[in-house]
């Protein structure tokens, strides 16, 4: 996982800490790091400030001098990159469920993102996620658009043991939620998942319908649902998604088969919108919480 990433901070660190360094050779490495970042998936404007990072902080007396070089701890390096990921208003994904709990409401969660990306599979293993902390869940059917999409999340919801609330196909995928959210609000079940059509960034009508949604189901949480595999897309897509529709948190998936690491600083960064979950594989508990502290040990170790 994300062993690209890893090597490119690994093979700075080797070379200004195995040569003499100048200010000149301090440039090249930072211009091959900065390459190497790009290269893996990190946005150009995020790569930019971490290499501003590491050249404030090898600049000056440090440079040239080896034995403090190898000691630097990086400390500005991490908490950049810390900075980056770390929202400025976190979530608490259960601690908002419960204080909805308390006030007698379902906690509505609305899934958008293009085609393939995981979002149907997400939201079957956050039922799973939310069984296993003692909430129930009802689905919402509302990508009546893709051939074969209902049957897929009933089978979730069959495997699960969940409701799912589905119209026929073609038919207001508005509509759906609301008699999800409503179905919830009378069993006083917790949280409603509403699954959507995958919508292209650049398709008008859809993102017309998903506006609808957000009007008609009101979700308190709009969760922006990305593979990591498409690298610099990932982050073009959230740009186009918050500002067509808005977007209030994302899940990123497989990550089991990201070799990169890089689109998860992007989309942080981006974003400003807090990552949730990671996905890393296709059973139901594939799906790691993100941590900024853990992502950053890891990339850097
Ligand atoms: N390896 C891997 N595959 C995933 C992950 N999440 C979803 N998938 C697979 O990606 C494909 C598309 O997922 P789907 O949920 O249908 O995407 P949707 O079109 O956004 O609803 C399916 O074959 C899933 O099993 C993940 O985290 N890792
Ligand atoms: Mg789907």
């Known amino acids: 996982m994300f062993d690209k990433l890893k090597g490119a901070f690994k093979g700075f660190y080797e070379k200004i800490t195995t040569k003499m360094l100048s200010e000149k050779n301090l440039e090249k490495h ?11 998936d990190v946005a150009v404007s995020a790569a930019d400030e971490i290499c501003d990072s590491l050249k404030q902080d090898l600049s000056g007396e440090k440079v040239g001098r080896l034995e403090k070089i190898k000691n630097v701890s990086f400390s500005a390096l991490e908490n950049t990159i810390l900075n980056m990921l770390t929202p ?11 204080e909805k709990k308390n006030r007698g409401e379902p906690l509505i969660l609305l899934f958008l993102g293009i085609n393939g990306t995981g979002k149907t599979t997400t939201i079957a293993k956050l039922v799973k996620y939310f069984m296993d902390n003692k909430y129930t869940s009802v689905l919402a059917a509302a990508d009546t658009f893709r051939a074969g999409s209902i049957e897929q999340l009933g089978k979730h919801a069959k495997n699960l043991n ?12 508005a509509s759906v939620a609301f008699d999800a959210i409503n179905h919830a609000i009378s069993k006083h079940i917790n949280v409603v998942l509403i699954d959507t059509a995958g ?11 998903m506006n609808k949604i957000c009007r008609v189901a009101e979700p308190d949480l709009r969760i922006f649902v990305a593979s990591l595999l498409v690298g610099n897309s990932a982050y073009e897509q959230i740009r186009i998604f918050s500002k067509e529709v808005g977007v209030d948190a994302s899940i990123l998936n497989m990550a089991d088969a990201d070799v990169k690491g890089g689109a ?38």
């Open 264 to 301: 998860i600083i992007s989309v942080a960064y981006i974003s400003k919108k807090p990552i949730l979950f990671l996905g890393n594989g296709q059973s139901y508990d594939n799906l790691e919480p993100f941590k900024p502290k853990k992502y950053m040990e890891l990339i850097l170790s």
């Open 88 to 98: 400025e208003n976190p979530i608490d994904l259960l601690k908002l469920c419960e």
């Open 199 to 209: 919508r292209m960034e650049t398709n008008k009508n859809l993102i017309q319908e």
């Open 162 to 173: 969940v409701r799912l609330i589905k119209h026929d196909y073609g038919s207001d995928p």
């Open 30 to 40: 930072l211009d091959d790091l900065r390459f190497n970042l790009i290269r893996n």
